[in-house]
Nanobody, 125 residues
């Protein structure tokens, strides 16, 4: 049973940085997709970026530049670094995974079958 646990969220002043982590357990394949999504109350979950176990990344166009996704295969941990935080970056960030999926990993929530509980990010001045 695959489980995903996010951490690293918090309240940060605008202009600051955060690194979110998502640690996966129960992964039995080296061929998988992982991704980050963000959701604010009253809105649909939106994609941020994805990464395949082979290192291939994809970003939603509006997320390019200040967001960096990475994966440490040895630790089964995915990261999302957010730089120069803006108030509109606030929301609950979820990590997601789908096993036995080849690259590239599209950044839409419907293809992901495993989800973490989310970690809250709040950026304010």
């Amino acid at each position: 049973q695959v489980q995903l646990v996010e951490s690293g969220g918090g309240s940060v002043q605008t202009g600051g940085s955060l690194r979110l982590s998502c640690t996966a357990s129960g992964v039995t394949t080296t061929n998988y997709c992982m991704a980050w999504f963000r959701q604010v109350p009253g809105k649909e979950r939106e994609g941020v970026a994805s990464i395949h176990s082979d290192g291939t990344t994809r970003y939603i166009e509006s997320m390019k530049g200040r967001f960096t996704i990475s994966l440490d295969n040895a630790k089964n941990t995915m990261y999302l670094e957010i730089n120069d935080l803006k108030p509109e970056d606030s929301g609950k960030y979820y990590c997601a995974a789908d096993l036995y999926r080849p690259a590239p990993c599209i950044v839409v929530p419907t293809i992901y079958t495993r989800w973490g509980q989310g970690t809250q990010v709040t950026a304010s001045s």
